[in-house]
């Protein structure tokens, strides 16, 4: 069964940085586009960014624009998620998500369960 | 970057009776060169990931049950659910996805009456 599986979730200061990784088992990863998107406690969903399937599209979310960073590793069917001067509104559960489409502009049909982020001090 | 709203933000239906939630984005969707709406809607039970639900506004995705169902185009949408059962308790999601951000709505809480 595909997974995507979400780790590097810790509980960081704010100012400090943290890479998230979603790992993907499944066959159609390099020729997916990925999503993350986080879900602060008690809140909705936020979307935060998107990458294509090659690499070379990018979208970010305002909230998150300058500090952070999406890539993949295709040969290694991983996601990443650079996150620099974390701020304490940052705090919530990421999420990957992905359609199987290599198109970015499509719906979610492959969630993760999750990593938690909290920036505290 | 298009603004989804959902109403209401929480509902209380009686068991078997209809739900109705609505999305509204600020623009239209509805993308010309394929015809189709660029509108999805998840569902997310507490300590679980969402769950896509409709996708193009009114395909079910397969194993979901057909008393979910999505209808709307342009600018409005609506999430029908025709008989309320005790396991649809959860909050309820509409996202564009016609341009990033992949903007959603704010949640619809979907309790039993």
């Known amino acids: 069964q595909v997974q995507l599986v979400e780790s590097g979730g810790a509980v960081v200061q704010p100012g400090r940085s943290l890479r998230l990784s979603c790992a993907d088992s499944?066959?159609?990863?390099?020729?997916?586009?990925m999503h993350w998107v986080r879900q602060a406690p008690g809140k909705g969903l936020e979307w935060v960014a998107v990458?294509?399937?090659?690499?070379?599209?990018?979208y970010y979310a305002d909230s998150v624009k300058g500090r952070f960073t999406i890539s993949r590793d295709n040969s290694k069917n991983t996601l990443y998620l650079q996150m620099d001067s974390l701020r304490v509104d940052d705090t919530a559960v990421y999420y990957c998500?992905?359609?199987?489409?290599?198109?970015?502009?499509?719906?979610?049909?492959?969630w993760g369960r999750g990593t938690l982020v909290s920036v505290s001090s | 970057d298009i603004v989804t709203t959902q109403s209401p933000d929480s509902l209380a239906v009686s068991l078997g009776e209809r739900a109705t939630i609505n999305c509204r984005s600020s623009?239209?969707?509805?993308?010309?060169?394929?015809?189709?709406?660029?509108l999805a809607w998840y569902q997310q039970k507490p300590g679980q990931p969402p769950k896509l639900l409709i996708y193009?506004?009114?395909t079910r995705e397969s194993g979901v049950p057909d008393r979910f169902s999505g209808s709307g185009s342009g600018t409005d949408f609506t999430l029908t659910i025709s008989s309320l059962q005790a396991e649809d308790v959860a909050v309820y999601y509409c996202?564009?996805?016609?341009?990033?951000?992949?903007?959603f709505g704010q949640g619809t809480k979907l309790e039993i009456k």
């Open positions: 998500a992905t359609g199987g489409d290599v198109r970015v502009n499509w719906y979610y049909d492959l």
């Open positions: 499944g066959l159609t990863f390099s020729t997916s586009a």
């Open positions: 990458i294509s399937n090659d690499g070379t599209k990018k």
């Open positions: 623009q239209s969707v509805l993308y010309s060169s394929d015809n189709k709406n660029y």
């Open positions: 193009w506004a009114s």
């Open positions: 996202q564009q996805y016609y341009s990033a951000p992949h903007t």
